[in-house]
């Protein structure tokens, strides 16, 4: 392996061209062995642009030298990463013990910023590149203002999954609570009018979409200022932000076709580690997108305790799909505007930070559904018909109302992964916390003996089945 350092300030640089195995980690180790008395320097990076291979004695070596740095007060950092030795660290988990940035310049800066700019927790954007690209497309990002952003869960996914929804589970929401959110959810003043009719449901700038699983139709509620103060969004399960947006981006897709729904997902969880330090792993998208082909699905009856599936196994399992859901094998919409909610955590990392049992209500983290994945993700949308939105619009926000008072809303739906997106208007939001809404705190207290036995009949009367979890 060949070592170069480069010294400029009090930031020393350090190149390492070739493999960082046994043999590269023993010279390494050998190299670093003289930076130890060195007082004159502040920061440490090591730029991997040419370290073709990383192995666990390499990661080893890593992990020790920041450990030793910030023992000693100091900064480390790495940059330049080839994709092999970013795998390596994100399958080993490690991505959240190093500060990683795409070029040296942006390590630098970082390197550059007061100490006190970087403690555990900060939500300072740290990447200063205002445009990334990926096989995906190009993502052009604006930072905004500083903001803690955190996720409020009300109900839990389990409860759509097996049906179980019943008067108790089912909350109502002010508008002003749920700006930005999805779920399964409905309008209405009494259960009569609404528990049947619950169906695929999201916030985009207070305005409310949901499908009507009862009718098969989608509707829509653009609430003037405090005009709907007394009107509540009844939802069985819900996600909603709460806090600011930490970036806006303009994405391009690099092929005409468009870029997967999923892919997107994945671009914007891994470039999260540049663009924010210490991001914890979970992040929420609020999206205004032109979509080359959108493929999505329907509930066909609400998840009512009444209607759980005979089999005791979830509605979507494979055995009840066909049952409890319109799903668009082939493309339902081509060349279309969709305003879309979703939320994704990267399970590369350490969700340690995030509630275990809010994490599993947004999620249903069962071992035997992972199947190996990276990330998890969810996103509904409204999709509208003979629309046109303004890639270059200045003013996220504005577009979703002039969007929403100039379109007819063709449809409301769970969007697949398989949907495809050519350019899009995306304000994201890195979450730091999970929570419950204050509101349900009492309803907690009322339900919880009723809960307590849901789990257990949960537990005891749903078979799941021992190769899906379903």
């Known amino acids: 392996m060949k070592i170069d350092k480069l ?8 190149s390492m061209s070739g493999r960082l195995d046994v043999d590269g980690s023993e010279e390494m180790n050998n190299y670093l062995a003289d930076l130890d008395n060195n007082h004159e320097y502040e920061a440490l990076i090591l730029d991997m642009a040419q370290t073709s291979y990383l192995s666990s004695a390499g990661l080893r070596t890593l992990v020790s030298l920041s450990k030793k740095i910030h023992e000693n007060h100091k900064r480390m950092a790495l940059c330049n990463l080839q994709k092999f030795c970013m795998e390596v660290i994100k399958v080993t988990g490690f991505q959240n ?25 900060n939500t300072e954007i740290i990447s200063d590149s205002t445009q990334m690209e990926t096989d ?104 909603a932000l709460s806090g600011g947006f930490s970036e806006f981006i303009r994405f391009s897709s690099a092929d005409k076709t468009g870029t997967p729904l999923e ?7 891994r470039l999260a ?12 998208c609020s999206m205004i997108s032109y979509a080359g082909a959108v493929c999505g699905r329907n509930l066909t009856k609400a998840p009512l305790n009444e209607h759980h599936p005979s089999n005791g196994k979830t509605i979507n399992h494979p055995s009840n799909i066909e049952e409890w859901f319109n799903t668009d094998l082939l493309p339902e919409h081509r060349d279309c505007t969709c305003m879309i909610s979703g939320v994704a955590i990267d399970l590369m990392r350490d969700l340690s930070d995030y509630s275990e049992p809010l994490l599993e209500r947004i999620f249903y983290l069962n071992p035997a559904m992972l199947g190996g994945k990276e990330f998890l993700s969810r996103s509904h949308a409204a999709i509208f018909k003979d629309a046109t939105y303004k890639h270059d619009a200045p003013d996220f926000a504005e577009e979703c109302r002039r969007i929403s008072a100039d379109s007819l809303l063709e449809r409301c739906c769970e969007l697949q992964d398989k949907t495809r997106i050519k350019n899009a208007l995306i304000a994201l939001a890195y979450i730091d916390n999970l929570e419950t ?12 003996d009723y809960k307590l036995n849901r789990d257990n009949l949960l537990r005891h009367t749903y078979h799941l089945d021992k190769d899906t979890g379903q």
């Open 136 to 239: 995906g497309g190009i993502y052009q990002f604006t930072p905004l203002p500083s903001h803690s952003a955190a996720l409020a869960v009300s109900g839990e996914l389990v409860d759509i999954l097996h049906s179980h929804l019943n008067n108790a589970l089912v909350t109502g929401h002010k508008f002003k609570d749920m700006q930005y959110s999805l779920g399964f959810g409905a309008l209405g003043n009494i259960p009569s009018e609404y528990m049947e009719t619950l169906g695929e449901m999201l916030t985009v700038n207070g305005a409310m979409y949901w499908h009507n699983s009862q009718s098969g139709s989608s509707d829509y509620l653009i609430p003037a200022d405090e005009a709907a103060g007394n009107v509540l969004i009844q939802s069985g399960f819900d996600v």
């Open 273 to 284: 580690g540049t663009r924010k330090h210490a991001f914890r792993g979970v992040l929420w």
């Open 97 to 121: 013990i190093f500060n990683i940035f795409y070029s040296l310049s942006e390590a630098e800066k970082y390197c550059s910023q007061p100490q006190e700019a970087n403690t555990a927790g």
């Open 7 to 14: 010294k400029r300030d009090k930031i020393i640089t350090i």
């Open 263 to 269: 892919q997107i997902y994945q671009d914007l969880l």
């Open 437 to 448: 809404p204050a509101q349900l705190d009492t309803m907690f207290a009322r339900t919880l």
